[in-house]
């Protein structure tokens, strides 16, 4: 009996375990690697991300199974573990992922939505956060499911930069 309730915790914890990453289209944040990337899409380097020295993949959308993606790409980082996911879509797909995701993940910040002007949707989700933002007069929603230690990273670059174009103007005066 012991053993049989050892067990099902076991389970149970691994179960909750699975169920606490972030995964979309197959990638899980922070655990797939670019050689698991691969397996799944036709995926090709395009490039390296400068915040985290880690490579680029464009994954072709015609592999994620979803309408109206446009440009779909895996931002990996140092460890060459997934840091970033992120999918350009048709502007007009924003309501309907926002819709869907909002089932999915917890809503943390929505702007009022306007039909006109700038719409987003943030979400959060154990290790990640999700946005969804479509600029206003563009023709694209972008979708991004980015790791909280790429956010915590690029969150200290930018202060720092901040930091030095105050120190540089102070400068200039």
């Known amino acids: ?51 985290i020295n880690g490579n680029i993949y464009s994954i072709p959308v015609n592999q994620l199974g979803i309408e109206g993606a446009r440009n779909a790409f895996a931002i990996f980082d140092t460890d ?31 702007r009022n939505i306007p039909f006109f002007g700038n719409k987003h949707a943030f979400y959060k989700h154990e290790n990640a956060v999700i946005e969804l933002v479509a600029p206003h007069l563009s023709d694209i929603a972008i979708l991004s499911y980015i790791t909280n230690e790429y956010v915590k990273e690029y969150q200290t670059i930018e202060s720092e930069k901040r930091k ?6 102070l400068e200039k005066l």
Do not use: P, W
Request: glycine share 4%; proline share 0%; no cysteine.
């Open 164 to 169: 030095r174009n105050k120190a540089s103007e």
């Open 80 to 110: 060459l573990t997934l840091s970033f996911i992120k999918i350009e879509f048709r502007q007009s797909r924003f309501e309907a992922l926002n819709q869907i995701l909002s089932r999915k993940y917890t809503l943390t910040e929505q």
């Open 1 to 51: 009996m012991k053993v049989m309730i050892s067990t099902l915790l076991s389970l149970f914890l691994l179960s909750f375990s699975a169920v606490a990453d972030t995964t979309a289209f197959g990638l899980t944040l922070g655990k797939t690697t670019e050689t698991e990337l691969k397996k799944i899409y036709r995926a090709k380097l395009t490039g390296v991300n400068q915040l």
